[in-house]
């Protein structure tokens, strides 16, 4: 990991958050396979890269950050401030245009989305603005980002509808039908939803200091790092685990279709326990926030060839 920090490419693409990008994309073909709907076109993906990496950029973005030198990824955003900039510029050009040509293209299937679809393509937008703060001069500032153990749960809320919901809408839109989603639907929903906060509790520990100075009540500074591990993750992970065996014997799963499902859960059990050692950013990064990557590749790979 020491290596990494020199390494020009691989800062781009984490502090970038283009690594975000490519999760999102890799989740959304995992979550149309396994409610087995089509893949959908180039356009999806390109809105829902654009989009996560718009999203994740920000916050560095739009507020100030130290040249800190113990902060690699804010002293990079520092140094390429105007570059990030640019890149912004560009993600927000290549959506709008995206989503104004599917506009035209889809315009009459659009008309006949009904109010339960409507609410569901606009809930997690709405989520998502709150988390950074919404100001309203009737309503005042909201910003469910300083709630500190309620943000892994919006996060993990956003990216399950991002990744679970809008991709068979988008098709669906497209194909000019409507979405009805059934029990697999919710299931799935709550598989990434749960799995994607445990992932986000976890990235909390390296903030702990920060946020304990700050007041700001994580679910680690709430509980501590060992109660945190041992009552609040390995618990949701064995809860993930056992409803999704649950779910694969009712459905008659095959043993290898079993077997890589179960390889995220695992490794999510094995990067818990190596929290107690001090980590680098890079091992949240690559580490950490890498195990939505191997979920969607094994999700993939089991409906695929199983």
Known sequence: MAKLKHNKLIRLIFFGNYFY????????IEANLQQRYPLNSLLFYVMSFSATVL?????YIMTEVSDDHA???SMWYVRNRKAMQKT????????SACTIYFISQHYGNILHV???EWFLIFLFPLVSAFYYGVDNSYFGHHNLRNIGWLKPFIIGFTWAGLVNIYPVLFYCIDTGTHYAPDLVSLFL????FMYITMLCI??????????????LKTVVVKLGLRKTIFYFIIPLVIIGLTSFLAYALHNHFSIGKM??????????????????NRRSIFYYLIVIDGLMLVKAFCGSIAMSYF
């Open 21 to 28: 990008g490519l999760c999102a994309v890799a989740l959304s």
């Open 55 to 59: 999203y994740y950029s920000k916050a």
């Open 71 to 73: 902060n690699l990824r």
């Open 88 to 95: 912004q510029l560009f993600f927000m050009i290549c959506l």
């Open 114 to 116: 009904t109010l339960n």
């Open 189 to 192: 929903f709550i598989k990434n």
């Open 202 to 215: 976890l990235f909390d520990v390296k903030d702990y200091a920060m946020d304990y100075n700050q007041d």
């Open 259 to 276: 077997v890589i499902n179960t390889i995220p859960f695992l490794l999510a059990l094995m990067v818990a326990y190596s929290m107690y």
